[in-house]
Each structure stands twice: as structure tokens, then as C-alpha cells.
């Protein structure tokens, strides 16, 4: 099982990302998939879940509106995209399904 997230960098507040992960070694559109970030000094907190089919999604009330979370099950990819970025959404951004995690791909948002 193979959980690897990409599309992480620097950016300034009120800019976009793009976060994908690749999954592979499991059956990727039987599961629910979520995304996780952990800023340094605190303790992970869960940012949005997508359905196995995509077809139902939710997200933390610190980026609703901002975030949305996508899924390409052919292309047995994930995707979290996030506008207007402020600097508290700086923190280390993994992907997650079930006890399967990635290695996690760094955000930062600074002027």
C-alpha cells in the first residue's frame, strides 16, 4: 500500500494549492479517503472526507468554503484543492485511508 501525496509549497495568504495523492496497493475506490494536517506544536486535525465514490463529502469548519476535496477513482488519485489560503493553514498535509497514511507534503503560507 502506497498513500503519496504531492503539490505542497510555499504561498502567499489569499493564494491557491493543489493537493493530490497517488494511491496504489489497495483498491482505491472501495474507500473513504481523508485529508489530515498537523502544524508544528500541535496535534493532527482532520480537514475533509470524500465518499468512496465521491458522491458525499465534509470538511472542517476552519475550511469550509475554501477547500474542496476531489477524487478521480480511474485515476486512483485524490485531491484537495485550497483557495484562499491564510497562514494558519500552514502545516504538513497528509492523505488518509483507513490505517493507511502517506508521507505527508508540507504547505506553507507566508507573505
Known amino acids: 500500500v502506497q498513500l503519496v501525496e504531492s503539490g505542497g509549497g510555499m504561498v502567499q495568504p489569499g493564494g491557491s494549492l493543489r493537493l493530490s495523492c497517488a494511491a496504489s496497493?489497495?483498491?482505491?475506490?472501495?474507500?473513504?479517503m481523508n485529508w489530515v494536517r498537523q502544524s508544528p506544536g500541535k496535534g493532527p486535525e482532520w480537514v475533509s472526507h470524500?465518499?468512496?465514490?465521491?458522491?458525499?463529502?465534509a470538511y472542517a469548519d476552519s475550511v469550509k468554503g475554501r477547500f474542496t476535496i476531489s477524487r478521480d477513482n480511474a485515476k486512483n488519485t485524490l485531491y484537495l484543492q485550497m483557495n484562499s489560503l491564510k497562514p494558519e493553514d500552514t502545516a504538513v498535509y497528509y492523505c488518509?485511508?483507513?490505517?493507511?497514511w502517506g508521507q505527508g507534503t508540507q504547505v506553507t503560507v507566508s507573505s
Open positions: 488518509n485511508a483507513d490505517s493507511f
Open positions: 470524500i465518499s468512496s465514490g465521491g458522491g458525499s463529502t
Open positions: 496497493g489497495f483498491i482505491f475506490s472501495s474507500y473513504d
